[in-house]
Protein backbone atom coordinates (compact mmCIF):
# COMPACT_ATOMS: atom_id res chain seq x y z
CA UNK A 1 0.00 0.00 0.00
CA UNK A 2 1.63 3.38 -0.66
CA UNK A 3 2.25 6.13 1.53
CA UNK A 4 3.19 9.19 0.73
CA UNK A 5 5.07 11.22 3.82
CA UNK A 6 5.92 14.82 3.77
CA UNK A 7 8.59 16.55 5.70
CA UNK A 8 8.94 19.24 7.81
CA UNK A 9 5.54 19.22 9.16
CA UNK A 10 5.42 22.81 9.41
CA UNK A 11 8.35 25.38 8.45
CA UNK A 12 8.27 29.33 9.30
CA UNK A 13 10.60 31.15 7.47
CA UNK A 14 12.07 34.79 7.36
CA UNK A 15 10.94 36.29 3.86
CA UNK A 16 13.35 35.85 1.05
CA UNK A 17 14.93 32.34 2.26
CA UNK A 18 15.17 29.34 0.08
CA UNK A 19 13.79 26.98 1.18
CA UNK A 20 13.17 23.07 0.49
CA UNK A 21 10.15 20.83 1.15
CA UNK A 22 10.55 16.99 0.89
CA UNK A 23 8.31 14.07 0.29
CA UNK A 24 8.89 10.14 -0.12
CA UNK A 25 6.75 7.82 -1.10
CA UNK A 26 6.85 3.65 -0.26
CA UNK A 27 6.26 2.38 -3.51
CA UNK A 28 8.28 3.65 -6.71
CA UNK A 29 5.72 2.37 -9.26
CA UNK A 30 4.34 5.83 -9.84
CA UNK A 31 2.93 7.24 -12.80
CA UNK A 32 3.71 11.05 -11.63
CA UNK A 33 3.91 13.00 -8.55
CA UNK A 34 2.62 16.07 -8.12
CA UNK A 35 2.68 19.33 -5.59
CA UNK A 36 0.04 21.13 -4.49
CA UNK A 37 -0.72 24.26 -2.54
CA UNK A 38 -3.66 24.48 -0.53
CA UNK A 39 -5.44 27.87 0.67
CA UNK A 40 -7.67 27.75 3.34
CA UNK A 41 -11.27 28.32 1.37
CA UNK A 42 -9.53 27.91 -1.75
CA UNK A 43 -9.07 24.61 -2.59
CA UNK A 44 -5.87 22.98 -4.33
CA UNK A 45 -3.70 24.64 -6.89
CA UNK A 46 -1.92 22.30 -9.04
CA UNK A 47 2.26 24.06 -8.96
CA UNK A 48 3.90 21.05 -10.60
CA UNK A 49 3.36 17.97 -12.16
CA UNK A 50 6.43 15.38 -12.73
CA UNK A 51 5.79 12.51 -14.88
CA UNK A 52 7.41 9.33 -13.84
CA UNK A 53 10.14 9.33 -16.69
CA UNK A 54 11.22 13.02 -15.88
CA UNK A 55 13.79 14.02 -12.81
CA UNK A 56 12.34 17.90 -12.46
CA UNK A 57 9.84 20.43 -13.24
CA UNK A 58 10.29 24.19 -12.81
CA UNK A 59 8.36 27.19 -12.85
CA UNK A 60 9.05 30.31 -12.07
CA UNK A 61 10.51 29.93 -8.18
CA UNK A 62 9.52 26.59 -7.57
CA UNK A 63 11.49 23.32 -8.75
CA UNK A 64 10.44 20.19 -8.13
CA UNK A 65 12.73 17.07 -8.66
CA UNK A 66 11.96 13.15 -8.09
CA UNK A 67 13.96 10.47 -7.32
CA UNK A 68 11.66 7.44 -8.20
CA UNK A 69 14.09 4.83 -7.27
CA UNK A 70 14.68 6.11 -3.46
CA UNK A 71 10.97 7.32 -3.04
CA UNK A 72 12.01 10.77 -2.66
CA UNK A 73 11.00 14.11 -4.09
CA UNK A 74 11.76 18.14 -2.80
CA UNK A 75 9.55 21.30 -3.60
CA UNK A 76 12.75 24.35 -3.90
CA UNK A 77 11.26 27.36 -3.15
CA UNK A 78 13.40 30.23 -3.68
CA UNK A 79 13.64 33.61 -2.37
CA UNK A 80 10.02 33.18 -0.43
CA UNK A 81 7.39 35.61 -0.34
CA UNK A 82 5.20 36.24 2.39
CA UNK A 83 2.18 35.36 0.06
CA UNK A 84 3.68 31.56 -0.40
CA UNK A 85 2.59 31.20 3.50
CA UNK A 86 0.17 27.75 2.69
CA UNK A 87 0.50 24.28 3.19
CA UNK A 88 1.90 22.37 0.12
CA UNK A 89 0.98 18.59 -0.71
CA UNK A 90 3.02 16.44 -2.40
CA UNK A 91 0.62 13.35 -4.11
CA UNK A 92 1.23 10.55 -6.21
CA UNK A 93 -0.55 8.47 -8.69
CA UNK A 94 -1.14 5.06 -10.23
CA UNK A 95 -2.12 6.51 -13.34
CA UNK A 96 -5.58 6.41 -12.96
CA UNK A 97 -5.66 10.11 -11.81
CA UNK A 98 -6.58 9.54 -8.35
CA UNK A 99 -3.98 10.44 -6.32
CA UNK A 100 -2.27 9.37 -2.50
CA UNK A 101 -1.86 12.10 -0.83
CA UNK A 102 1.06 13.68 1.46
CA UNK A 103 0.79 14.85 4.59
CA UNK A 104 1.51 18.23 4.20
CA UNK A 105 3.95 21.13 5.13
CA UNK A 106 2.68 24.76 6.51
CA UNK A 107 4.52 27.14 5.41
CA UNK A 108 4.44 30.28 6.86
CA UNK A 109 6.75 33.48 5.75
CA UNK A 110 7.51 36.34 7.67
CA UNK A 111 7.62 39.68 6.26
CA UNK B 1 -7.86 23.06 -17.73
CA UNK B 2 -11.42 22.42 -16.56
CA UNK B 3 -13.17 24.32 -13.67
CA UNK B 4 -15.16 23.04 -10.97
CA UNK B 5 -17.72 25.10 -9.43
CA UNK B 6 -18.89 23.26 -5.69
CA UNK B 7 -21.32 23.82 -3.57
CA UNK B 8 -22.42 24.62 -0.85
CA UNK B 9 -18.56 25.92 0.30
CA UNK B 10 -19.92 25.53 4.07
CA UNK B 11 -21.90 24.42 5.82
CA UNK B 12 -22.64 23.40 9.52
CA UNK B 13 -25.26 20.80 10.17
CA UNK B 14 -27.21 18.50 12.84
CA UNK B 15 -26.20 14.77 13.93
CA UNK B 16 -28.05 12.39 12.54
CA UNK B 17 -29.15 14.79 9.23
CA UNK B 18 -27.75 14.62 5.31
CA UNK B 19 -26.03 16.65 3.41
CA UNK B 20 -25.34 16.82 -0.57
CA UNK B 21 -22.45 18.31 -1.97
CA UNK B 22 -22.03 19.04 -5.70
CA UNK B 23 -19.53 19.67 -8.37
CA UNK B 24 -20.42 21.39 -11.60
CA UNK B 25 -17.75 21.45 -14.18
CA UNK B 26 -17.64 23.24 -17.33
CA UNK B 27 -16.42 20.37 -19.54
CA UNK B 28 -17.47 17.08 -20.19
CA UNK B 29 -15.23 14.81 -18.10
CA UNK B 30 -15.01 11.12 -18.12
CA UNK B 31 -14.10 10.34 -14.18
CA UNK B 32 -14.38 12.50 -11.52
CA UNK B 33 -13.58 11.62 -7.76
CA UNK B 34 -14.18 12.57 -4.22
CA UNK B 35 -12.03 13.19 -1.49
CA UNK B 36 -11.98 13.88 2.48
CA UNK B 37 -9.45 15.96 4.62
CA UNK B 38 -10.11 15.33 7.79
CA UNK B 39 -8.92 18.13 10.64
CA UNK B 40 -5.06 17.95 10.52
CA UNK B 41 -5.12 15.22 8.08
CA UNK B 42 -4.22 14.81 4.40
CA UNK B 43 -6.73 14.27 1.63
CA UNK B 44 -8.10 10.68 1.40
CA UNK B 45 -9.94 9.27 -1.70
CA UNK B 46 -13.70 8.28 -0.73
CA UNK B 47 -14.86 7.30 -4.31
CA UNK B 48 -14.39 7.36 -7.95
CA UNK B 49 -17.54 8.26 -9.97
CA UNK B 50 -18.34 7.51 -13.72
CA UNK B 51 -21.33 8.54 -15.95
CA UNK B 52 -23.66 5.54 -15.72
CA UNK B 53 -22.02 3.55 -13.38
CA UNK B 54 -21.66 2.81 -9.89
CA UNK B 55 -19.29 4.50 -7.69
CA UNK B 56 -16.25 2.73 -6.57
CA UNK B 57 -15.70 3.39 -3.17
CA UNK B 58 -11.93 3.08 -1.74
CA UNK B 59 -11.31 0.57 1.46
CA UNK B 60 -13.41 2.33 4.27
CA UNK B 61 -15.82 3.97 2.57
CA UNK B 62 -19.16 2.74 1.64
CA UNK B 63 -22.13 3.85 -0.64
CA UNK B 64 -24.77 4.17 2.63
CA UNK B 65 -22.83 6.34 4.25
CA UNK B 66 -21.55 8.46 0.88
CA UNK B 67 -24.05 7.80 -2.06
CA UNK B 68 -22.95 9.37 -5.16
CA UNK B 69 -24.94 10.24 -8.05
CA UNK B 70 -23.49 11.24 -11.30
CA UNK B 71 -25.98 11.73 -13.88
CA UNK B 72 -24.14 13.16 -16.67
CA UNK B 73 -20.44 13.93 -18.27
CA UNK B 74 -20.55 17.57 -16.05
CA UNK B 75 -22.17 16.83 -12.73
CA UNK B 76 -21.25 14.51 -9.63
CA UNK B 77 -23.20 14.99 -5.84
CA UNK B 78 -22.18 13.18 -2.86
CA UNK B 79 -24.23 12.64 0.20
CA UNK B 80 -22.54 12.37 3.71
CA UNK B 81 -25.20 10.52 5.48
CA UNK B 82 -26.63 10.05 8.82
CA UNK B 83 -23.91 12.45 10.28
CA UNK B 84 -22.00 12.35 13.17
CA UNK B 85 -19.04 14.88 14.22
CA UNK B 86 -16.62 12.28 13.08
CA UNK B 87 -17.69 13.43 9.97
CA UNK B 88 -16.64 17.18 10.05
CA UNK B 89 -14.38 17.52 7.44
CA UNK B 90 -13.90 19.16 4.01
CA UNK B 91 -15.20 17.27 1.18
CA UNK B 92 -13.55 18.28 -2.60
CA UNK B 93 -14.15 16.60 -5.73
CA UNK B 94 -11.62 16.59 -8.76
CA UNK B 95 -11.42 15.57 -12.63
CA UNK B 96 -9.90 13.28 -14.62
CA UNK B 97 -7.25 15.77 -15.55
CA UNK B 98 -5.06 15.13 -12.58
CA UNK B 99 -4.72 19.01 -11.25
CA UNK B 100 -8.07 19.89 -11.27
CA UNK B 101 -10.26 20.37 -7.79
CA UNK B 102 -13.05 22.09 -6.68
CA UNK B 103 -12.89 24.50 -3.87
CA UNK B 104 -14.36 22.10 -1.30
CA UNK B 105 -17.13 21.86 1.19
CA UNK B 106 -16.10 22.69 4.65
CA UNK B 107 -18.64 20.60 7.05
CA UNK B 108 -19.17 20.82 10.79
CA UNK B 109 -21.51 18.80 12.12
CA UNK B 110 -22.75 19.62 15.79
Known amino acids: KQEVTQIPAALSVPEGENLVLNCSFT??????LQWFRQDPGKGLTSLLL?????REQTSGRLNASLDKSSGRSTLYIAASQPGDSATYLCAVSSGTYKYIFGTGTRLKVLA | SAVISQKPSRDICQRGTSLTIQCQVDSQVTMMFWYRQQPGQSLTLIAT?????????ESGFVIDKFPISRPNLTFSTLTVSNMSPEDSSIYLC???????FGSGTRLTVV
Open chain 2, 49 to 57: ANQGSEATY
Open chain 1, 27 to 32: DSAIYN
Open chain 1, 50 to 54: IQSSQ
Open chain 2, 94 to 100: SVDDGYT
